[in-house]
């Protein structure tokens, strides 16, 4: 499709070239389109776009089926309350074995004052000495095991953020305020991640890709202004204010077919013009520059 623009735009410039015209460069004019396509695989429960339609820039246009993802998010969120569970257990356990050491601490210290007047046998403070190395023991396993319950339910929290997102994927937003140019999906079919469902274009602002000749370089530059004409009947023209954005860095060879053996050397280079749009100018239409004033 390129190709033939070219080629057209190639040729009115060739004839105007013969022509007393002014306009310094010719092209047609193009928008940034942007494919929106499934993110998931599901049956499309709707899309409510419309060919022509203006939509806003994160606007909800359409659902795909939500029923898997949030039957596994239900199953995340039961394990998660699980291992939670779990983890108020082992806190539970070591708060008893804090308290049973407390008071084992106490006795111990009893002891050791009755074995001082021999109310108290030296049997009896190894015991409660063992007893208290058995509850330091438990509370480092305590402590081991809620260290790896903590891993686990950190596991099956990335796995719920996993879910999340898809599940936001199914909400199919819309990238950019535009227009829908062209719609691929229909409500109830199946669709797959990937999948075009329909084409937009930002039109508030349009681009007019011309060619010039390496002797009119010198007057384009990026970021001046020109004027962009397009036609108003046969002979008058709209005119409008653009901005000059890029400028190839590599020249394309003139097409053959529409040159002379002579003129098939020639060099052009691509040029892109933004201009606000009010609605008039439309994808595919023809657009002429003047780089100057007249």
Request: aromatic fraction near 6%; hydrophobic fraction near 40%; charge should be negative.
């Amino acid at each position: 499709m390129r190709t033939f623009i070219l080629f057209a735009t190639l040729a009115l410039l060739w004839g105007c070239q013969n022509s007393n015209h002014t306009t310094d460069a010719f092209g047609n004019f193009e928008a940034v389109e942007i494919l929106v396509s499934s993110e998931m695989n599901g049956k499309l429960l709707w899309l409510q776009i419309e060919e022509g339609q203006m939509i806003d820039k994160n606007q909800e246009v359409g659902l795909v089926d939500t029923i898997i993802p949030s039957l596994q998010l239900e199953e995340i969120k039961a394990q998660i309350a699980k291992v939670q569970a779990n983890l108020q257990s082992i806190d539970a356990q070591t708060e008893i074995l804090g308290q049973q050491a407390e008071n084992l601490n106490t006795d111990k210290s009893r002891i050791e004052n009755m074995i001082k007047t021999g109310a108290a046998t030296q049997k009896q403070f190894d015991d409660i000495s063992g007893a208290l190395k058995v509850i330091d023991k438990q509370r480092d396993a305590n402590q081991s095991q809620k260290v790896a319950v903590s891993k686990e339910l950190q596991v099956i929290a990335a796995k719920k953020l996993l879910l999340d997102e898809q599940l936001r994927k199914c909400h199919i937003l819309n990238p950019i305020s535009g227009s829908v140019l062209e719609r691929y999906a229909e409500e109830g079919e199946m669709t797959a991640t990937g999948k075009p469902l329909y084409k937009i274009a930002k039109l508030d602002t349009i681009i007019l890709r011309a060619y010039v000749s390496g002797g009119q370089l010198h007057q384009v530059i990026k970021g001046n202004t020109c004027k962009v004409l397009i036609d108003k009947g046969k002979k008058e023209y709209l005119e409008f204010e653009g901005t000059i954005t890029w400028i190839s860095s590599q020249a394309e060879f003139t097409p053959k077919i529409i040159q002379t053996k002579e003129e098939r050397v020639n060099m052009v280079y691509a040029i892109k013009i933004e201009i606000p749009n009010n609605g008039t100018i439309k994808i595919g239409m023809p657009g002429e520059v003047k780089f100057q004033n007249d």
